[in-house]
């Protein structure tokens, strides 16, 4: 099973809004309504952003959001801050043999 | 709090063997799927093992006949026996609950350098 395909990199002025996709397949993304998202910062552990396409976990800003359309999912963050630099990840459910699939990551550069 | 606390990383020898554990307090590792994720030096992240709350396990293709997962319910600690260990094998190994479907709390992780 290959990587979901990331941009490697995108990134944005301060306030301004950026969009990460991630492209799959009808095995992976286009199957399941189970793509999650990842904020990773250096050396540190990856935290959840984004599950289940589109929910976000308790307390998280409401800045970052999610939404599938076929194959690709997408990660937006709005009003972009210094302290969303970081790399992101996504991650698909991809069925009972392969389990998950994640993302080949995308390093968020705040301008 | 949910912590999880990896340990048991450091240098083998490729042919070796190691075993990771995620000591965890603030869930019951036995009620929840747990996960195994880990990261090549500067690499993206991979889905390496789950077990399930009823006990059910399944591994990646690429360590499948090689790592177990396993816990023990009484030190409500995760485990993760890696052996015939390659380069490949290189890696932060990190610990994680599957919420299912997606990966909630996550442990600092513990390295793995497999190398001669």
């Known amino acids: 099973q290959s990587a979901l395909t990331q941009p490697a990199s995108v990134s944005g002025s301060p306030g301004q809004s950026i969009t990460i996709s991630c492209t799959g397949t009808?095995?992976?993304?286009?199957?399941?309504?189970?793509v999650s998202w990842y904020q990773q910062h250096p050396g540190k552990a990856p935290k959840l952003m984004i599950y289940e396409v589109y929910k976000r976990p308790s307390g998280l800003s409401d800045r970052f959001s999610g939404s599938k359309s076929g194959n690709t999912a997408s990660l937006t963050i709005s009003g972009l801050q210094a302290e969303d630099e970081a790399d992101y990840y996504c991650?698909?459910?991809?069925?009972?043999?392969?389990?998950?699939?994640f993302g080949t990551g995308t390093k968020v550069t705040v301008l | 709090e949910v912590q999880l606390v990896e340990s048991g990383g450091g240098l083998v020898q490729p042919g070796g063997s190691l075993r990771l554990s995620c000591a965890a307090s603030g869930l019951t590792v036995s009620s929840n799927y747990m996960s195994w994720v880990r990261q090549a030096p500067g690499k993206g992240l991979e889905w390496v093992s789950v077990?399930?709350?009823?006990?059910?396990?399944y591994y990646a293709d690429s360590v499948k006949g090689r790592f177990t997962i396993s816990r023990d319910n009484s030190k409500n600690t995760l485990y993760l026996q890696m052996n015939s260990l390659t380069p490949e094998d290189t890696a932060v190994y990190y610990c994680?609950?599957?919420?299912?479907?997606?990966?909630?709390?996550w442990g600092q992780g513990t390295l793995v350098t497999v190398s001669s």
């Open positions: 994680a609950r599957d919420f299912p479907r997606s990966f909630d709390y």
């Open positions: 077990i399930y709350s009823d006990g059910s396990t």
């Open positions: 009808s095995s992976d993304v286009g199957g399941y309504n189970l």
């Open positions: 991650c698909s459910y991809a069925g009972s043999n392969t389990f998950y699939v």
